[in-house]
């Protein structure tokens, strides 16, 4: 292939895309293939001669789609969409022309630095303290991160984890803090990290900063400050009390997936971290590794940032590009428009299970999410659960009844992750 | 943006790309830009109103461009090339548009089965032996890896990591993991993991799997064969006699990053992983996590594979689409045909190195690279190797004289990482 056909397949590919998105709801949610499906519908084996594209892109429809669960189909109440966008996929396609490895300044200083620049305007966007930011001074700053898994990181570490009771509303106090931190020390152990949350996964429930902060800071305990769910909502500032203890409590704000699941134009792939001024050296010294190939002549300049040196991995895209193109494309008050009717949507939804009295509602409604349960057994609610993820992802249908018709639905419910029936106490 | 708009932009960016790649030579090959140009040339935080794309296009040229260091323009030859394609970047194209998080099956049975079966198609190219594989029993398999620094792992998990002293050809032998093991086991230390490589990033050394397979093998150590730079190259039979000693006695082959930096069609964060049978169950035990926000009926039926248990992160893209345009589009004749090109390529360039009598060839020339010496102190050679990186990297001009034209010049070297002018015994 070369890149005058490129052009012509690019264009056919765009119009593909669109054609899916456009139609996307005409697809079922969750397909009907059993495990193992694939394999018996492709050869064994590459070929030995090249294919035409055309073959290929009638296998995607023949071989990929019907095993394709379409996260972005309106009916999709699984987990939290990821909410790409047509500016997200635009900047996807250049990062991939460009194809650079972004691991150090040198290896592609515009990769490096619009990184640096966007997460300055991200954290401004959702009112982070100064000291978070890099500014042209370069003393504090933010990297885009893989998505992990705090216990997983645990478990590799070696760190021993400790789960924080919660309250009735799910959200860690101090008093629970200071009862496992004298456990622990009783025990002989070291505490050394916290990971509170700001909108856990389950019930998007908001941990008190207030209370955890200074604790953490008299124990020095290092408080990092999950806000993969909660981070976006703040570039309203009606929604910024939600992170109240952040400035002078934390080490570390957020790690905030920050333009959210629920809300558009980034996906999973995509976590945000900010790390304080002073502590920065102290991360960037756990994972310094220079081997002498990647060594260059500026880099102990004071001047630049190696990202190579804030993350595991050696790679990483140029995916700064997708946060420019959203910010620019949306701007500030078209991406609080965005989050604003989500919640308005998410309280609406919330009226109509209030409404039916078989229901109650089982966590506080801050943000887009709604956690309701039938009034009775964990038992009846488990079968319930059962039944609306089996109809649902089966047919592609809702299944909550409440809701009139499918035109309804859609409309009200598309962006309710309200498959998060949540069994109270359980 | 909505669909329609999608469409007319998405068109222009695929001309854009197909020019940017057309004329990538034109373009200066390291950017003059000092540290901290980007940040003065675009506002200091995010527009309150959407923008343009045209605006937005126009600073792609203003703003990024003059800051990238392009690693496709063949007079790049720092590091390995990243080697992006065609068929590879539409088909990132439509990854990005499914959108899908293949965290588990469930989350999208065609992302984990098309990954599955792809790495088997991998599997069968380089003749890795059978039980490496799924097949249709699904007891082998393989995984797209993010790419991650052994170093780093052993930092992390607080593993004690050593080296072993290469041979004259900087390959690990027998002799030298004995001794290390002798060490290390009367220091009290308990050696439980080796790292071999075939195909070292400096030196494209091959160590010697005949001999510490079934060192590591007798004292319950599991090897690891990292073949990241290699892997690739045994698509042809020719070479796979470089990778003898994988059958008997490794746990695990290789981490290839098989269609590798250095050849075509995939970027560095795409780095492969086959584990063996037996071993599958202890790894996936070693990462599982399960909150009930991820569970699904199917997933103890042990039919399926959810790749989440096999990696770090949570998230992960549909990025076997990219393995399966590639393999198709070019079929196993044309990724043969192009590996044995920049083979014979290397071998010529390391003929005209020596009809230069400055200089001398200081490793085997095997696969792609070639490394060679001024004769004379290792302080000349360093002063030749930073006057390379730095008249290079300024003027996008080559700088080894004894090839006479800029036009055979680019014929001839465009695919050598000959910047890897290593500097031996240093």
Redesign the interface.
Known sequence: ???????K???D??????D???QIESRQV??D???????PL?P????????T?Q??MQD?ER??????????NPYFFA?FP?A???????A???S??????GFS???????T??E??ML???G??IGLPEHFLAG?K?EGGGVIQ????V???G????VKMKKIPSDENYAAQGQALKTALEEDKANGLIPVFLCATLGT??SCAFDNLMELGPMCNAENIWLHIDAAYAGSAFICPEFRYLMKGVEPSADQVPSSDSLSPEWPDE???CVLMWKQVKKRSDLIG??K?D???LQ???QE?G??TDYRHWQ??????FRS?KL??V????????LQEHIRKHVSLAHEFMDYVKQDNRFEICAPVILGLVCFRLKGSNELNKALL?KI??TH?RTGCGTFKCIESKKQRNEKLSTFAWA?AILKG?
């Open positions: 292939m070369d890149s005058s056909e490129f052009r397949r690019g264009k590919m765009v119009d593909y895309i669109a899916y998105l456009e969750f397909p293939v059993e495990p193992g499906y694939l394999r492709i064994d084996a590459a070929p030995e001669e090249g294919e594209f073959a290929i995607v071989v990929i789609m019907p095993g394709v669960t379409h996260w972005h987990y990821t790409n966008s047509f500016p997200a996929m635009l996807d396609m250049l991939g022309a460009v194809g650079c490895i300044w040198a290896a592609s200083p515009a990769c630095e619009l640096t620049v300055d305007w991200l401004k966007m042209s370069g893989a998505h992990s898994s216990e997983r990181a478990l590799i570490s070696g996964t389950a996906d999973l792939i756990a994972f590794m081997p002498v190939y260059y002549d500026q300049s001047l630049i595991i991995p050696l790679g990483r895209r590009l420019w193109f910010f620019r494309m949306y701007g500030i008050k078209g059962h993820n089996n992802c998060f359980v």
